[in-house]
């Protein structure tokens, strides 16, 4: 054998007494480990208790056949391979048992070569499966490496729901605090999938002002409005064979979610200006900071987009919860900002590392990139001391005068960015001739003079 019998326990599930004796001495002898079991509730029972390298059913038992037995098995995941024992001449039965999933079948009288060889092509089969199992484990904990850390139970269990649907194709909905590390999640799931080769286009819903959200989306044909001087494809289009992350999704307006409905139930869109549908393929996921149930009891969110967008939810924890993970992420921001910005902090203060722990950290993981980040340029010794880190934080608090006031201050922030990029791109596209880049991001010339003095753009 090319394993090793004793590492591998079988379950023999049949009611006659005589061929779990002679099916028990063949084991035996080949020093397998095995349980019996003399109905199929009893062999259910087995299965929740122990691990098995495979099991052999009786097709014929008292109240539960073995093939609802085998049905049960598949439906519930269980990855050892399933040998039936039929009885002469049942062919037909047989065949629905392999149907079934069932990985091969022997009949009685049971012939003692033809068992050896099955068992042991099926034990092969097991020890490969989890060998590719293993690899499959390495190369994920590969692709994930550096990018998420997830120590506590919490942030684990996340990343393992974005594993098992990154194994799909459906809608994923990600929930959790602003700052919590929703996008990364989003970005596993894509990266892991069959469409990682493909584009992963990202679009924050609540930064982009919603007169320029439906061209950005959609996008649209030249002469669609003023300034429109070529075609324009949007980012559902560029997301073509890919995903696309709607970060924010409860933030869009009740115009946008219904055309955002159309997209997911017909697979198309129409750019604006335009007559011609055309079809996309992208995987949606999204993601909000919202409880999506209390904004349909509102009457601000749709519940037929809810569950379009919802059929497969991860909930990502806020950092307080995540309390393993802190002197993690701690060290991560500290050696990414040392090479960014050429500095040598070899490490956090243990007493600021105490300090994080106890934090509420209402900005969450994006609060602790910013806060190491700031931390480190002030830094004039080699590690960052826990009064350099509340100092930065009482400043923040000072500024903010309460927690709802530094988030919306984080919000406005995070919109300024996002119009400022997109002004930008207007007017690159327009070669800076206002009047152009204004019809294009649906603004006056008055407003997009304003916008530019604001952000610095004033050629």
Known sequence: MPFSAKEHRILIADDDASI??????????EGFEFDFAG??????????????????????MPNMSGIEVLRHIKSEGYPMPVIMITAYGSKELAMRAIRDGAYDFFTKPVDIGIVRTVISRAIEKYELQKELEALKTQNIENILKDEIIAESGEMRQAVELAIKVAATDVTALITGESGSGKELIAQAIHKLSDRKDNPFVSVNCAAIPETLLESEL??????????????????????SKGSIFLDEIGDLSPGLQAKLLRVLQNKEIE???????IKVDMRLISATNKNLDSAIREGSF??????????????????????????LLADYFVR??????????????????KFFISYSWPGNVREMENLIQRAIILEDTDTVREETVKGLISNNTTRAGNGSAGVKERVEAIK??????????????????RM???ARLGISRKSLFNKMKKYGLMK
């Open 271 to 277: 750019r604006l200006g335009g007559t011609r549908t």
């Open 336 to 353: 990414k900002y040392n090479r960014t910005m050429g500095r040598n902090v070899k490490g956090i203060a243990a007493s600021a590392i």
């Open 302 to 327: 749709r519940e037929d987009l809810l569950y379009r967008v919802k059929v497969f939810e991860i909930k990502v924890p806020p950092l307080r919860e995540r309390i393993k993970d802190i002197p």
């Open 218 to 239: 959609f996008g649209y044909e030249k002469g669609a409005f003023t300034g429109a001087s070529k075609q324009h494809a949007g980012k559902f289009e560029r997301a």
């Open 20 to 29: 779990r004796f002679f099916l028990g001495e063949l084991l035996g002898k």
């Open 416 to 433: 300024s960015e996002e119009e400022k990029k997109l002004i930008i791109e207007a007017l690159a596209e327009a070669r800076w001739k």
């Open 39 to 60: 109905t199929g509730a009893d062999a259910l029972e087995r299965l929740k208790k122990n691990t098995y390298s495979l099991v052999i059913l009786d097709e014929k």
């Open 436 to 438: 152009e880049a204004a």
